[in-house]
């Protein structure tokens, strides 16, 4: 089977950092994906990592270690636009792309 | 550009009832999926498609059909709807296979009474 855990929540300061991060299991994996999505709104794509490393674009990062299933989303210079929640997605062999259950971020001013 | 739209964004049902759920994309994506999103459970994948005239299930595929007759098109039926079934529903697409950003329709909000 498949799964993603990821927290339900994170509480951070406007300017500072924070890191959200995402364990998988799956079989077979082709790259994890992440997504924002504000409230009554439609998930955003932000970022792709198929191989290890870390991705950046603009203030958001994002990394992935296979060996360890482990991922994570790292924003940087926090705005209050960015309280949402936010998807780790994990694509597969079978061409599934899976989905866990999001962080709500909320961003104290 | 109109990207996915998803119709209709609003739809009430009694516990029986027949629905189709539209969704066309004009982007010329070859990969199309349907999710279920319910408080607290994230994104649940309910079927997918890789091109026109294949389909395959997704986590949750009990009580819902799918076709794709068409590259733009990947409508998803409620046969017999059920209260379980309440959710909001988003149709996504992306360029070719899974491993693309998918873009997402704005959703349709489904209540069955």
């Known amino acids: 089977g498949q799964s993603l855990e990821q927290p339900s929540e994170v509480t951070a300061v406007e300017g500072a950092i924070v890191q959200i991060n995402c364990t998988y299991q799956?079989?077979?994996?082709?790259?994890l994906s992440w997504y924002q999505q504000h409230d009554g709104g439609a998930p955003t794509f932000l970022s792709y990592?198929?191989?290890?490393g870390l991705e950046e674009t603009g203030r958001f990062s994002s990394f992935l270690s296979r060996s360890d299933s482990y991922g994570y989303l790292l924003l940087q210079e926090l705005q209050m636009k960015d309280s949402a929640s936010y998807f780790c997605?994990?694509?597969?062999?079978?061409?599934?792309?899976?989905f866990g259950k999001g962080t709500r971020l909320h961003i104290l001013p | 550009n109109a990207g996915v739209t998803q119709t209709p964004k609003f739809q009430v049902l009694k516990t029986g009832q027949s629905m189709t759920l539209q969704c066309a994309q004009d982007?010329?994506?070859?990969?199309m999926s349907w999710y279920r999103q319910d408080p607290g459970m994230g994104l649940r994948l309910i079927h997918y498609?890789?091109?026109?005239?294949?389909?395959d299930q997704g986590e949750v595929p009990n009580g819902y059909n799918v076709s794709r007759s068409t590259t733009e098109d990947f409508p998803l039926r409620l046969l017999s709807a059920a209260p379980s079934q309440t959710s909001v529903y988003f149709c996504?697409?992306?360029?070719?296979?899974?491993?693309?950003?998918?873009?997402f329709g704005d959703g349709t909000r489904l209540s069955i009474l």
């Open positions: 799956t079989s077979g994996f082709y790259g």
């Open positions: 996504a697409s992306s360029r070719d296979g899974s491993n693309q950003p998918q873009h």
């Open positions: 498609s890789v091109g026109a005239g294949i389909t």
């Open positions: 997605a994990v694509e597969n062999r079978d061409d599934k792309i899976i």
């Open positions: 990592n198929a191989l290890d």
């Open positions: 982007m010329n994506h070859e990969y």
